[in-house]
């Protein structure tokens, strides 16, 4: 490797590479530990689970944490059964929302901290997106374009969908909108050392990845995010998570991700459409 030191930080009880449309197989070998270098690599563990040690917990929860992850909490049909050790299980969609976005009606009311700090995920693009409709109407105000193109409030969370300017202003960026004009978004950063400064956010040519031809159209590259899907809660921290299960998490490692991402049980609502039982598929191949 011509005496070049690369670090690698990753963990294998997350999910994995997304692959479209691609099989159990081809998203273990888009692995790390699939490649030949893999023998190569010395291997170095943290240990200590820093989320919920900053909340003062105890062993309980990252003790069952790592068994989710590893597939040691489910019975025999590979299905789990969550308990308050690892969150709290509510009724319904209705009572999950009203939980996490407590008195959303005032959010003009509330702290640039209260939204930064909380979180609705689900397995599925389709089911958040089902979520932040149901939010949205929530918030006063009309939507500011025509509704079958871009359902926007002022006061709503957006995530950016590219890379609009590095560092600031990446793919995955959490703002929360302050004005909306018709050829720009004003927004103030909710993620990362730029938190707080003011962007604007305009038009950019998109071009659909998901349809059989191409064709571009300038679109916001944005998207509202009460919710968001598990890969796009991968990496981040929240106080407050609500986790959406009216459909079962479908790949390795999302289970665990979605229950992971906040240190403490008590701010930790799930909602089982199958009561207090969910499914969680582990690839033991990559563990
Ligand atoms: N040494 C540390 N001291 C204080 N806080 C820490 C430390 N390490 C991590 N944290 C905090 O713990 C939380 C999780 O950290 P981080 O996202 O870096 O961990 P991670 O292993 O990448 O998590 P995951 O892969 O599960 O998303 C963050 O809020 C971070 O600020």
């Not at 909340?55 to 040691?72: E, R, S, V």
């Not at 009724?91 to 909380?118: A, G, M, P, T």
Request: net charge positive; charged share 20%.
């Amino acid at each position: 490797m011509g005496g070049i030191t690369f670090v690698f930080a990753g963990d294998f009880l997350q999910t994995l590479p997304v692959m479209p449309k691609g099989t159990r197989d081809d998203g273990v070998n888009a692995c790390l530990k699939s490649s030949p270098i893999w023998n190569y690599v010395e291997k170095l563990y943290l240990r200590t689970n820093m989320r919920v040690y900053l909340c003062g917990g105890d062993d309980i929860l990252p003790a069952q944490l790592l068994k989710i992850g590893n597939g040691t909490l489910e019975n025999e049909n590979g299905y789990i059964s969550v308990n308050h050790t690892i969150g709290w299980v509510v009724n319904n969609v209705e009572e999950l929302i009203s939980i996490v976005y407590h008195d959303i009606f005032n959010l003009s009311n509330k702290s640039y901290q209260w939204l930064y700090e909380r979180a609705i995920i689900s397995p599925r693009n389709v089911t958040a997106g089902e979520i932040n409709d149901i939010v949205l109407l929530k918030l006063n105000g009309h939507s500011r374009f025509p509704p079958h193109k871009l359902k926007l409030k002022i006061g709503a969370p957006i995530t950016l969908l590219r890379n609009l300017q590095p560092p600031n202003l990446c793919n995955g960026t959490r703002l929360q909108i302050k004005s909306l004009q018709n050829n720009t978004i004003e927004a103030v950063i909710l993620t990362g050392p730029p938190k707080r400064e003011i962007a604007f956010i305009p038009r950019i040519p998109m071009i659909p990845s998901d349809l059989p031809f191409s064709f571009k159209r300038l679109q916001f590259p944005v998207k509202v995010s009460f919710a968001i899907a598990i890969n796009k809660a991968q990496g981040q921290t929240f106080k407050y998570v609500g986790v959406d299960l009216r459909t079962e998490c479908f790949l390795h490692g999302k289970l665990y991700v979605s229950f992971s991402r906040t240190g403490d049980p008590n701010h930790l609502m799930i909602f089982i459409s199958t009561g207090n039982i969910t499914k969680n598929i582990i690839y033991s191949e990559v563990l």
